[in-house]
């Protein structure tokens, strides 16, 4: 592991003269923050819907059905931006006057997106227009197999598409070739909510709203700015500011009664929200609905209109979320297993990537397996389970370096037919095949990793912020930084300092609390999560401060992410 300090742009000192605090300029400016301007997240500032190409067309589709009464129909993805997507979409249409209702695809059953298996089974709810959020670009045969039974499809998705789209359908998607709309990282749940802003102004300027209230579509920002964490899509400036509104709500208690449960079953407050606990807590536990069973209980969940109907529904989210901890930790031991022994270090080891598979691992958690196991040897990673009728379904995450959508449809060029299915971004996708064809895929994919991956890029690094100055560590920087939207693209700051280590005792059974003293003699508390074994008298670490509240007390604690002896 090498520990490399962020550069920080000269532009930290104009944040700073514009009343930034000095650490948060610096995080700021190492970000690509260059005025304090862009840190405005006022909903004003987004850009307008008309950016997005094919949403004219698409809004005044939507517009038509409401007016007709006709009956519309949302298509659904299993994850947490697909469920939050369709909340969104049930909740705003229904409040602009829509007939509207539902249908989720059962991974295990029908994999993913808009096939004509899923169209013959929407064609019994007699829907005139179907809505796909979160899935679409791909559907080709989907499409067609509604077009030739009457019923009109908008796709409203955000994955990159193929080299032809689907025909015919309407579409709005910020990556379809000719669409100009500045954010390329919105989730699939943005999409959803721009369409429903579209869809209100062109009811408005048929006068809909003039015997009655405007709907206030704000009240979804809660839900977008779930999906939007929970997909870990790039918090560009557009989606830190949906993120922010909707942390916004959650902390002023206005979030949707099915979020609000969430946050209760898992114990966390919802006055001091964060966008770790709509990527960690609330997210896991909406997306355990998918992995283990059935998305509908979760996008119920977030469609139900008191806290009493939602906190049954998060008490069962929260049941699942259990089950897929320990088929995760279990087939996470399986994997360790099979790599034992492998160093995975730049130059020494042969393998650029890693794919696995085993018989008896569970479908709905591969992508879960892949990320941890990304995360711990920094290799493009594909994790396979059993997709019946002699198939194999992967979800892989991927490093800085490594396009994996890319890098499977260059595999699938290369080797035509190979991969059945396939679909994703630069850092997640996923792919299915015959079982007896993955050793040559297996191959087909290392010799890409190897041809697109340095030695540099496959060393595995730690970012920091660089050490914090006297009097910089302190409650008011946790506080600030805990109020701050951080993710991907735009990674939570930790910083790096020498401290000695006075005392340490095991609590929980496998974390070591931590009396750490600084340079100039200062103790501060510190927490090191699974890890037992006593630690030298010094280290150097990097660590995140936090914020430990505990019988009525506020308190500094440093979260260590890495230790070495100094």
């Known amino acids: ?30 970000r690509g923050v260059t005025t304090a301007d ?33 009956k519309l129909l949302i298509v659904a993805d299993y994850d947490a931006d697909g469920a939050t997507a369709c909340a969104v979409g049930l909740r705003g249409l229904r409040a602009l006057g829509a007939s509207v209702d539902f249908i989720v695809p059962n991974r295990f059953e029908y994999g993913y997106g808009l096939t004509p298996e899923i169209v013959a089974q929407a064609a019994t709810r007699s829907p005139r227009v179907i809505v796909t959020v979160d899935n679409g670009i791909a559907s080709h045969d989907g499409v067609a197999a509604a077009a030739a039974l009457g019923i009109d499809v908008l796709i409203t998705d955000h994955h990159l598409p193929a080299a032809t789209l689907p025909e015919p359908a309407l579409i709005v998607n910020p990556n379809q070739p000719g669409c100009d709309f500045p954010s390329k990282h919105l989730a699939g749940v943005g999409v959803m909510f721009y369409v429903l802003l579209a869809t209100r102004a062109v009811l408005r300027s048929r006068g809909a709203f003039a015997s009655r209230a405007e709907p206030n579509l704000g009240t979804l920002l809660d839900l977008v700015a779930l999906g939007t964490v929970a997909d870990v899509v790039r918090l560009d400036r557009v989606n830190r500011t949906l993120v922010a509104q909707g942390l916004a709500r959650i902390r002023a208690g206005r979030a949707q009664p099915g979020l609000a449960a969430l946050f209760s079953v898992a114990g966390r407050d919802p006055r001091r929200a964060t966008a770790y606990d709509l990527g960690f807590v609330a997210g896991p536990r909406l997306n355990a609905a998918g992995r283990m069973a059935d998305m509908s209980i979760g996008i119920r969940c977030l469609v139900a209109e008191t806290g009493v109907a939602a906190l049954p529904l998060a008490v069962e989210l929260d049941r699942f979320n259990r089950d897929r901890r ?15 022994g492998r160093t995975f270090d730049a130059g ?13 691992w569970h479908q709905g958690v591969v992508g879960i397996v892949a990320s941890r196991l990304k995360d711990r040897y920094h290799r493009p990673t594909i994790v396979f389970a059993p997709g019946g009728d002699g198939e194999i379904k992967g979800s892989g995450r991927s490093i800085p370096g490594f396009h994996l959508r890319d890098a499977l449809d260059l595999v699938d060029k290369r080797a035509p037919g190979l991969i059945a299915k396939f679909g994703g971004h630069a850092y997640a996708a996923g792919l299915s095949l015959a079982a007896a064809d993955l050793p040559r895929f297996a191959v087909l994919f290392e010799a890409l990793a190897r041809e697109q ?9 730690m970012e920091t912020d660089g050490e914090l100055g006297p009097g910089e560590l302190d409650v008011a920087l946790a506080e600030a930084l805990r109020t701050e939207v951080w993710g991907q693209g735009f990674p939570a700051p930790q910083f790096e300092g020498r401290f000695e280590v006075a005392d340490q005792r095991t609590v929980g059974g496998k974390h070591a609390k931590l009396t750490l003293i600084r340079e100039g003699g200062r103790r501060i508390g510190a927490i090191l999560f699974n890890h037992v ?18 019988n009525g007390n506020t308190m500094l604690e440093l979260v260590i992410q890495h230790w070495e002896a100094a």
């Not at 990537?353 to 008896?360: I, K, M, P």
């Not at 991956?453 to 690094?461: D, G, H, K, V, Y």
């Open 453 to 461: 991956l340095t030695a540099a890029e496959l060393q595995r690094t």
């Open 348 to 360: 020494t080891d042969d393998a650029c990537s890693l794919c696995l598979f085993d018989a008896g």
């Open 326 to 340: 320990e088929i995760e930790a279990a087939m996470q031991e399986d994997a360790l297993k099979a790599l034992a």
């Open 533 to 550: 074994d006593p630690l030298p008298p010094t280290i150097r670490a990097v660590y995140r401060p936090e914020i430990n509240e505990w």
């Open 38 to 70: 862009e840190l405005d997240a006022d909903l004003a500032r987004l850009p307008p819907f008309t950016a997005l190409k094919g949403i004219d067309a698409a809004s005044a589709r939507l517009a038509d059905a409401i007016e007709r009464g006709e």
């Open 1 to 30: 592991m090498e520990i490399v300090r962020r550069t920080v742009p000269a532009a930290a000192e104009a944040l700073a003269a514009a009343g930034i605090h000095p650490v948060l300029a610096r995080v700021f400016a190492a």
